[in-house]
Nanobody, 119 residues
């Protein structure tokens, strides 16, 4: 099992920045990838960004490319999501996710952290 705990959400004005953190514990040696999803009110959950734990390759949703940066600290088993130039439509609950295989879905989810962007 892998446990994920997010932190860093909050209220920010449009154009501002926030950094989310996700600390992984448990069977972290088995991790293949970690990332972030989000769910806005009344909308379906959507992919935001992810990276492969060993190779470091990254992926981003088109809506956040150029504004968000995902990174990791392997020594701390922690993933980060730096969010810049935040827009009203970035308001959502952000979930940290992890999976242990490239062929599996993201089976581990954090509890979520709220990000609210105000005008």
């Amino acid at each position: 099992q892998v446990q994920l705990v997010e932190s860093g959400g909050g209220l920010v004005q449009a154009g501002g920045s926030l950094r989310l953190s996700c600390a992984a514990s448990g069977r972290t040696f088995s991790l293949y990838a970690m990332g972030w999803f989000r769910q806005a009110p009344g909308k379906e959950r959507e992919f935001v960004s992810a990276f492969s734990w060993s190779g470091g390759s990254t992926d981003y949703a088109d809506s956040v490319k150029g504004r968000f940066t995902i990174s990791r600290d392997t020594a701390k088993n922690t993933a980060y999501l730096q969010m810049n130039s935040l827009q009203l439509e970035d308001t959502a609950v952000y979930y940290c996710v992890a999976r242990i295989s490239p062929r599996s879905a993201y089976e581990y989810w954090g509890q979520g952290t709220q990000v609210t962007v105000s005008s």
